[in-house]
């Protein structure tokens, strides 16, 4: 290169200055373009997940204050939770209550689903329980602060032509809040039983939502005996969907006396236990084509990692979510506090959640 | 010894988010917001980490690093959820990070996700690809960890104390498990182009996710009209002791590079363990755990 005195600017500085101004001019227009961009999609060019995942904590525990303790009816007390801003539920919901003591119960909500500053529940003691309901009875007091998780729904309420409601004693609260959500007009009934009306309740409420008579049975065993399921359950209308939550007798016998076809629903909360502790139950691993017992004292997750080693898993206690799998056949009995009412469906935690039947089938 | 093996185990923490204010770091938006983008990334970062780690549990052939790598399943897995519930938080305080988030997840779930890929050789690839990239990320995160045990000045600003043991629980979880990424690399694998590879795109996608995020808190920060996020911001919060330093982080390129370098020789466990004995969501943890024990 040799110096060049001139001041003209030679045909080379000009392409240089073209250049220059070209350069600056398009950086420019790349920089508004993609600061455009960018406002409207933060991480422009990546595309977003529809539906996005984050941001929706799927088990957030409330801490909520006991704000009502009262005595509803003999040996049944009411609890009124306060809070801000709850979830709204759906008929047939349920709360997880975690008890000062640890111990973790569900309570179906029986309060106005629209209410989203409180929860009403409704326990009833039993006397040669697990402990859960005398707490609940006798630690839990107004002012005492307890965690909730859920609402949760497994119980809820389908559209259908018409409804038959069979509910024994404490079984009436999930079914409540259905009885005031069926628009006017609906063809329902309702068999309420109990051991004595005094035992009973709701009923009041109840009786209430059925001014003509008719529509409401109640049988108390002390002066009217046994219900006449058989009577109650003949002659079904097409299509009903019948109801039933109550002691583990009154839904078997309902599903027993019930003709086929017709839909069944039932709500159950306490998982079928021997005298100590929880029943035994098979598993079956379909994709294996291997058949295991669960023992009531350990877990699915321990049967089947003896049979499949590499069965991924952590925490054992229900909250990691890494031991999820697909349940193809059988009842579950969920006792993670992770899983969403859809995972519900099809899925359970196998370090902790166990059976209500006698066998589950796991896609595995 | 400072850094004895300690075997892992998930703590099932929660926080209460009410008290915490949008600018945590008092009168600091830039600092407040650059630890945010943390609540951006994780939730479906440590989600993935899980996802990928389960199908690598067959490939293990150590005992001990199997049960290390479970341990690590877990805490990963409550790290997620812990930051996934400051978001709604986020939300509620008029500052949406969906948009955001959003994309995020499509980067962990689609892009960096189970691909279609015929059995053998393309599937174990990829398996291999993103088990390191899960190594390099680790060394980041430890780095991370490390530092905000040790961030004083955070604690002289009056950060809030509830996000500040978030932070910290994490971050000792972090540098409590901070070789099981490494060592199962190592483990599977180890090819040293693979790590340096996987180590420019994380390094690379880590500054592109970190520098957009704190600019777009910074931009729909509600409280601010003009909100802005430059390099020079972040230097001198360094400087200041309320971020990592530009020296720090550039120092911590050739520690990972180096044919020498292994994850014990960096932090401490024992200030990690110290810290998680006092961590106040951390004990109350443990003894709800206790508790549930004693009830069942």
């Known amino acids: 290169m040799s110096p060049n005195p001139s001041p003209r600017p030679t045909p080379r500085r000009t392409t240089a200055l073209l250049l220059a101004a070209g350069t600056a001019g398009a950086a420019l227009v790349v920089r508004r373009a993609l600061r455009r961009r960018v406002q409207g999609s933060p991480l422009w060019p990546l595309p977003a997940l529809d539906p996005p995942v984050s941001g929706r904590p799927r088990s957030r525990a409330l801490t909520l204050l006991v704000t009502a303790h009262e005595r509803l009816a003999d040996g049944v007390v009411r609890l009124r939770l306060e809070g801000t801003d709850l979830p709204r539920w759906e008929p047939g919901a349920h709360l997880d209550l975690v008890l000062p003591s640890g111990l973790v119960r569900q309570y179906s909500l029986c309060g106005d689903p629209e209410d989203t500053s409180s929860y009403t529940v409704a326990a009833r003691l039993v006397e040669d329980g697990r402990g859960g309901s005398r707490e609940v009875h006798e630690q839990v007091q107004e002012g005492t602060e307890l965690e909730v998780r859920g609402p949760r729904n497994r119980f809820p309420l389908v559209e259908a032509p018409s409804y038959v409601f069979v509910a024994g004693g404490i079984g009436i609260t999930p079914v409540l809040p259905m009885l005031r959500a069926l628009p006017e007009g609906t063809d329902w009934r309702l068999l309420y039983g109990g051991r004595t009306r005094a035992s009973m309740p709701f009923l009041e409420e109840i009786e209430k939502l059925d001014p003509d008579g008719g529509r409401v049975t109640v049988v108390a065993e002390d002066e009217d005996g046994r219900p006449g399921l058989d009577a109650f359950l003949a002659d079904l209308p097409e299509g009903a969907a019948v109801y039933c939550c109550g002691p583990e007798g009154l839904m078997a016998a309902v599903a027993e006396r019930l003709p086929e076809g017709a839909a069944l629903h039932l709500e159950r909360f306490a998982p079928r236990t021997t005298a100590d502790g929880d029943a035994e139950f098979e598993v079956e691993l379909r994709r294996s084509g291997r058949t295991l017992t669960v023992p009531g004292d350990s877990s699915v997750l321990a049967a089947v990692r003896t049979e499949l080693p590499n069965t991924p898993y952590s925490c054992e206690q229900g909250w990691c979510g890494t031991c999820q799998q697909k349940v193809l056949e059988g009842e579950i009995d969920h006792r993670d506090e992770l899983l969403t009412d859809s995972e519900r469906g099809d899925s359970m935690l196998i370090c902790v959640s166990r059976c209500l039947g006698t066998r589950l089938v796991l896609d595995m | ?296």
């Open chain 2, 1 to 296: 010894m400072s850094n004895k093996h300690v075997p892992l185990k998930a703590r099932k923490v929660s926080f209460a988010w009410e008290d915490t204010p949008l600018h945590w770091v008092p009168g600091d938006p830039f600092t407040t917001h650059t630890i945010n983008v943390l609540h951006l990334l994780l939730p479906a970062g440590e989600r993935w980490f899980v996802h990928v780690y389960k199908q690598v549990l067959p490939y293990i052939r150590d005992e001990r690093l199997r049960e290390d790598v479970i341990g690590f399943i877990g805490q990963e897995a409550m790290h997620s959820q812990a930051h996934d519930e400051v978001l709604p938080h986020l939300r509620d305080q008029g500052l949406d990070p969906t948009p955001y988030t959003a994309q995020v997840d499509w980067l962990f779930e689609k892009l960096l996700g189970d691909r279609t890929l015929p059995p053998g050789r393309p599937r174990r690839w990829w398996l291999l690809e993103r088990v390191a990239l899960i190594a390099a990320i680790e060394h980041y995160t430890a780095f991370l960890g490390d530092w905000v045990l040790n961030a004083e000045a955070l604690d002289r600003r009056g950060a809030d104390p509830t996000m500040l043991d978030l932070l910290r629980w994490h971050g000792a979880e972090e540098v409590e498990h901070r070789s099981v990424a490494f060592d199962l690399f190592v483990h599977v694998d180890g090819d040293y182009a693979r790590r340096v590879r996987t180590w420019a795109t994380a390094f690379t996608a880590l500054v592109f996710l970190w520098q957009r995020g704190t600019r777009f808190f910074m931009a729909n920060d509600p409280t601010l009209a003009d909100g802005r996020a430059t390099f020079r911001d972040f230097h001198r919060r360094g400087r200041q002791g309320l971020l990592p330093s530009t020296g720090a982080i550039t120092r911590s390129i050739p520690g990972y590079l180096s044919r020498a370098y292994h994850p014990s020789k960096e932090c401490s466990t024992e200030q990690a363990v110290a810290y998680l004995a006092t961590s106040p969501a951390a004990v109350a943890a443990s003894a709800a755990e206790k508790s549930q024990e004693g009830a069942a």
